[in-house]
């Protein structure tokens, strides 16, 4: 089992940063994928970054891509995620996931552990 607790949402305004953080827990942390996905009421939750367990490997979604950065440090079981230049429709619930994982290769799909999620608004 893992155990993932985010932390660092909240309201910004359009152009603003913001860093989410995740602290896992229940499992050697560098055996462990993780990512950052988002979810709007009635749409589909969404892999925004992902990161490989070594930290190595990295992807960003197109619509993030640039703006967006995912970091993780090993030593301190937590995964980071750097938000520049907000924009309102990155308007969501940010979750913090993870999955074990083989490779250091950053994967994509198979997440199974979930944090609760931290509300991000970006007001226009």
């Known amino acids: 089992q893992v155990q993932l607790v985010e932390s660092g949402g909240g309201l910004v305004q359009a152009g603003d940063s913001l860093r989410l953080s995740c602290a896992a827990s229940?499992?050697?942390?560098?055996?462990?994928?993780m990512g950052w996905f988002r979810q709007v009421p009635g749409k589909e939750r969404e892999l925004v970054v992902a990161?490989?367990?070594?930290?190595?490997?990295?992807y960003a979604a197109d619509s993030v891509k640039g703006r967006f950065t995912i970091s993780r440090d090993n030593a301190k079981n937590t995964v980071y995620l750097q938000m520049n230049s907000l924009k309102p429709e990155d308007t969501a619930v940010y979750y913090c996931?993870?999955?074990?994982?083989?490779?250091?290769?950053?994967?994509?799909?198979?997440?199974?552990?979930w944090g609760q999620g931290t509300q991000v608004t970006v007001a226009s």
């Open positions: 996931a993870a999955r074990v994982a083989f490779t250091t290769v950053v994967v994509t799909t198979g997440y199974n552990y």
């Open positions: 229940g499992r050697t942390f560098s055996s462990i994928a």
């Open positions: 990161i490989g367990r070594s930290g190595g490997s990295t």
